[in-house]
Nanobody, 126 residues
């Protein structure tokens, strides 16, 4: 198992920014595919962004966040970040960090990932 802990959520006004962090333990993250998902009230968990292992397998974003969110990994700190800018009320959700053991050409579905954090709440007011 790979414990994942998210932080950085909070309340922000529309147009604002937040940076979410996900710290992994027990493994070296350079060997993990990492991703972010979110779940809004009353909706299913959906893909937000993903990034391949240190070898540069892929970098992907949901259409709804392209140009606004950026995923960054810092393997020296066993951490992956989600930089969120130009936030909209529809971005309100619990954001989950996810990890997959080993490389994959693309990972954009829940079934692509093996491990999950507990989530951090992001609320964007209008």
């Amino acid at each position: 198992q790979v414990p994942l802990v998210e932080s950085g959520g909070g309340l922000v006004k529309a147009g604002g920014s937040l940076r979410l962090s996900c710290v992994a333990s027990l493994v070296i993250t350079r060997y993990l595919t990492m991703g972010w998902f979110r779940q809004a009230p009353g909706k299913e968990r959906e893909f937000v962004s993903g990034i391949g292992t240190w070898s540069g397998d892929f970098e992907a974003y949901a259409d709804s966040v392209k140009g606004r969110f950026t995923i960054v990994r810092d393997d020296a700190k066993n951490t992956v970040y989600l930089q969120m800018t130009s936030l909209k009320p529809e971005d309100t959700a619990v954001y989950f960090c996810a990890a997959r053991s080993g490389p994959k050409s693309s990972a954009t579905r829940r079934s692509d990932y093996d491990y999950w954090g507990q989530g951090t709440q992001v609320t964007v007011s209008s």
